[in-house]
């Protein structure tokens, strides 16, 4: 039987468990370090959803790396509004660094596709945007695609491993998928 959880007002069953995540994360991380090894790399966090994401690969980062925190809302229950609101902001310097941008999910985009501009303002030397999972038939913007990610999804909501429904399940180290009403 599938593990199934209740958040919320709904349920969800197991669609990826935590080992084989931290697995891909670590793969990741040592990928980046050999990438980046002489670019003193800034990682800038997307919260609330990238923490747990951020947290496992930042300790498979082996070379200086220094790292800032920024807050982005667009998601209301379980769909996107397409309307993104910076709810905390940078506050380094960026200009002529080399930024990775580190999210939970890319989904339709529509985050980064208004993020990126902004960031670019600010004259970094280059931008990457690595996300932990990526749901490729959902991207609605083109300039909105991850260089990096560990897994591609299909387009279901998901919840766990840092990501939630309602404010709730981003505790759990899986990742779970909806189920039907
Ligand atoms: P996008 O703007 O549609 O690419 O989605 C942006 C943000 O919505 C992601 O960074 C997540 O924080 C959140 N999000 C997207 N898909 C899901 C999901 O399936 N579950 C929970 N949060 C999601
Ligand atoms: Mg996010």
């Not at 498979?60 to 309307?83: C, M, N």
């Not at 030397?125 to 749901?135: G, Y």
């Not at 999804?153 to 039907?180: A, H, I, S, T």
Request: aromatic share 10%.
């Amino acid at each position: 039987m599938d593990k199934i959880i209740q958040v919320a007002d709904r349920r969800f069953s197991l669609l990826l468990p935590a080992a084989e995540i931290q697995e891909r994360v670590a793969a990741l991380g040592q990928q980046l370090s050999a990438e980046l090894a002489d670019k003193d790399p800034l990682f800038i966090i997307v919260l609330n959803g990238a923490f747990m994401f951020a947290s496992d690969l930042l300790k498979h980062i082996s070379i200086p790396a220094t790292l800032s925190f920024i807050r982005l809302v667009s998601y209301q229950g379980t769909a996107s509004t397409g309307q993104v609101t910076v709810a905390t902001g940078l506050q380094e310097d960026i200009r002529g660094r080399h930024i990775v941008l580190l999210e939970d999910i890319i989904d339709t985009g529509t985050t980064l596709h208004y993020f990126l501009p902004e960031l670019w303002k600010q004259e970094p030397a280059s931008v990457r945007v690595a996300a932990c999972f990526i749901k490729p038939d959902a991207l609605l913007f083109a300039d909105a695609k991850a260089d990096y990610s560990c897994m591609a999804l299909p387009e279901k909501f998901v919840v766990g491993y840092g990501m939630d429904y309602q404010g709730y399940g981003r505790n759990y180290p899986d990742l779970y998928e909806v189920l039907p009403e």
